[in-house]
C-alpha cells in the first residue's frame, strides 16, 4: 500500500516527493511506457476542453518537469491533437483512443493519472477551473455507490 503524499503544487525540486518508477497503457494494451521520476503537481482540471476529450466531469493529469518518459512498446500506434489555437493537446492510442502521456508543452511531462498501471502516490494538487464544473457534479457526491455494476 503506497502512503499517499500532499505536493506542494510548485516546481522546486527540493519540495518533490521520493523519484519513483511508474508503468503504464492503453487500454487495448498496445501502448506501453514507463515514467521514471517525481511528479510535481496533479491537477484535476474542470476547463470545457478536458470535459471534452475525456467526456467526464474532468481530466485527472499529473505534471512533470524532470521525469523521463520511455515508450516500451507501441509508440508508433501514440498519434496526438492540438486543439488549433489554445495550448490544449492531449496524445492518444491511435487504437483505442485511450489517453497517453503528452510532451506537446516544452519542457513538461503530463502523464493522465488513469493511463497508469501502478499507484499515484500523492494527492490531486488542485481542482482547476473549477468554474466551469459540469452542473451535475456536485449532485453526484449523493448519489448510491456499487462496487461493481448494480443488479
Known amino acids: 500500500m503506497h502512503r499517499l503524499q500532499r505536493q506542494s503544487g510548485g516546481t522546486d525540486p527540493s519540495k518533490e516527493a521520493v523519484v519513483t518508477e511508474h508503468l503504464g497503457s492503453c487500454l ?18 474542470h476547463c470545457q476542453h478536458c470535459k471534452k476529450d475525456t467526456g467526464s466531469a474532468h481530466a485527472a493529469n499529473l ?42 508543452a516544452a519542457g513538461v511531462l503530463t502523464v ?25 457534479e456536485e449532485a453526484s457526491e449523493e448519489v448510491p455507490t456499487f462496487d461493481g455494476l448494480p443488479d
Open 63 to 104: 505534471f512533470s518537469q524532470s521525469a523521463k518518459l520511455t515508450w516500451q512498446s507501441g509508440a508508433d500506434a501514440v498519434t496526438s491533437f492540438t486543439l488549433p489555437g489554445t495550448r490544449h493537446s492531449r496524445s492518444f492510442c491511435k487504437f483505442c483512443g485511450s489517453a497517453l502521456p503528452n510532451t506537446q
Open 112 to 136: 493522465p493519472a488513469g493511463s497508469l498501471d501502478t499507484d499515484v502516490s500523492i494527492l490531486p494538487t488542485a481542482h482547476i477551473f473549477s468554474s466551469s464544473k459540469a452542473n451535475w
Open 28 to 45: 487495448c494494451g498496445t501502448v506501453r511506457f514507463k515514467v521514471e521520476g517525481a511528479f510535481e503537481s496533479f491537477y484535476l482540471c
